[in-house]
């Protein structure tokens, strides 16, 4: 009678907390991120690949720690190869067909196709190639029937469009910084919207909370980046920030929040 007695309050005090996207091979001192993140109740966290090495990371962090699933993706290029020149680390560009045969022959592992996506923010984007490479991982993503998780950036209006000409399913719109009627369109559609652990300070994923059905929330932290305190490392364990301010907004209890976002996740990932 105790033992069942304690059984049930624990489980009624545990939330279920995910992190539907994260760039793990990032982050300082993994171990103990990972720790954190256990303690805070995080029960899910999926590292995404980018490119060809950080495919390769992904997987192996998968394998690594039990917490920890992984998506596959190529990273709109261009960008990236100017991101990579700014950092003064060689760029190793992959072999697109390669890599996706790559990510064909690890899909038992996989939980996703991502981060894939535009990014028309740096100057000397290449918007035929970018686009060539998103139509692509779409097809890539209906193939395998697996979630495709969406980066946008200054690019939110043609990434709908190329998702709805290839009859994109099973979206996850992560990070999306498109206007209101623009998160509308996607959330009639039934895509997922991803709210970072910066909510707490970015007024437009607050009014994204509001607009969108709880049905078709999902919790990121993007780590190590979008850190719910500016200047800091994101990791995992700020999830709980981001389930508080969408209990706050949507005037619903913490643990129902973090459980409603949870089954999403389930729903969607399995
Ligand atoms: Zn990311």
Same mark, same amino acid.
Do not use: W
């Given at each position: ?10 489980? $009624?005090? $545990? ?86 045969? /790559? ?16 990014? /028309? ?95 078709? $929330? ?7 980046? $979008? ?16 389930? !508080? ?23 969607? /990932? !399995?």
């Amino acid at each position: 009678m105790g033992g069942t007695f304690l059984k049930v309050f624990v489980i $009624l005090r $545990l939330m279920e907390l995910v992190d539907v996207h994260n760039h793990l091979e990032l982050l300082n001192d993994l171990d103990h991120a990972i720790i954190r993140a256990k303690e805070s109740g995080v029960k899910k966290i999926i590292t995404s690949g980018i490119d060809h090495e950080t495919n390769r990371k992904a997987l192996e962090l998968k394998k690594e720690y039990e917490i920890v699933e992984c998506s596959l993706g190529i990273y709109p290029k261009d960008a990236l190869k100017k991101e990579y020149e700014a950092s003064g680390k060689a760029f190793k560009e992959c072999d697109v067909e390669e890599e996706i045969a /790559f990510i064909k022959k690890h899909q038992k592992d996989i939980m996703g196709i991502g981060e894939v996506g535009l990014d /028309f923010s740096s100057e000397n984007i290449n918007q035929k190639e970018q686009e060539k490479l998103f139509v692509k991982m779409i097809k890539l993503a209906k193939e395998l029937n697996k979630p495709l998780i969406v980066h946008s950036r200054k690019a939110e209006k043609e990434v709908l469009e190329i998702l709805e000409r290839e009859n994109a399913k099973k979206v996850v719109m992560h990070c999306f910084c498109g206007n209101k009627n623009l998160v509308k369109e996607g959330a009639l559609r039934g895509y997922y919207f991803t709210i970072p652990t910066n909510v707490n300070r970015a007024s437009n994923f607050q009014s994204m909370v509001k607009e969108v059905n709880i049905n078709q $929330l999902l919790t990121e932290t993007d780590g190590p980046f $979008l850190s719910p305190i500016k200047g800091e490392p994101n990791e995992p364990a700020n999830i709980t920030v981001t389930i !508080k301010e969408i209990a706050k907004i949507k005037g619903f209890d913490e643990k129902e929040t973090a459980n409603n976002i949870f089954l999403n996740y389930m729903r969607l /990932f !399995k």
